[in-house]
């Protein structure tokens, strides 16, 4: 059962998504929709440059919404074209939104583990290659949530389907007093995203 933070941050999120936004989101929802009618594991890989802000966003919103609207069996997972870390930024304001975040190694890359429902194993986060183990590398769908990795990697290997939804970088705030609600808005978009999604396809 989700957190009631969380459920209730879900139930607060916008529904009226711009009809640009539902052209690039929709054919996702088919696809989860085709697989799950198969009777298939839905395996989708978020991808950025850096794997450290938007693709976690990705990933750790479609694995909610996907228990939320009882979608399953769903894997969610997040890989950058290079590695650095999952951005402190991006994890506050997942905790905001209710995540609960367990740091459980340090360094420059530390892994966290996201927690965001009772019974269920939490999401690890951490910035890896998007082909590096724990991901699948076959029998996956590619998204890729920034403009710099759709364009610098048009081939992803293992992918069997790959779909743009690409978001601006809440980067361009680090540092600034607008960096919290640019991070918080950049969240809430994509986890209404993820919920349109995945409510297609109940």
């Avoid at 506050?92 to 609960?100: C, Q, S, V």
């Avoid at 690890?124 to 949530?145: I, L, R």
């Amino acid at each position: 059962m989700l957190f009631p933070k969380i459920a209730d941050y879900l139930s607060a999120l916008p529904t009226d998504i711009p009809t640009d936004r539902r052209a690039l989101l929709d054919p996702l929802a088919e696809y989860i929709s085709r697989k799950r009618a198969a009777g298939e594991v839905v395996r989708l890989i978020f991808i950025c440059t850096h794997n450290s802000r938007r693709s976690h966003f990705g990933q750790v919103w479609a694995q909610v919404a996907a228990l939320y609207f009882g979608i399953g069996p769903v894997e969610c997972y997040s890989g950058g074209m290079e590695t650095t870390a999952c951005n402190p930024r991006t994890v506050a304001a997942l905790e905001r939104a209710g995540i609960r975040v367990k740091q459980i190694t340090t360094g420059e890359n530390p892994v966290l583990l996201l927690q965001y429902a009772d019974g269920v194993n939490p999401l690890a986060a951490f910035s890896k290659v998007y082909n590096q183990a724990p991901n699948p590398t076959q029998g996956f769908a590619a998204v890729m949530t920034c403009s710099q990795a759709e364009e610098n990697c048009p081939y992803v290997a293992g992918a069997e389907k790959r779909f743009s939804i690409t978001y601006d970088d809440p980067k361009i705030a680090d540092g600034t007093p607008e960096e919290e609600a640019v991070y918080d808005a950049r969240c809430r978009q994509v986890a209404a995203e993820m919920a349109y999604v995945f409510g297609k396809c109940v």
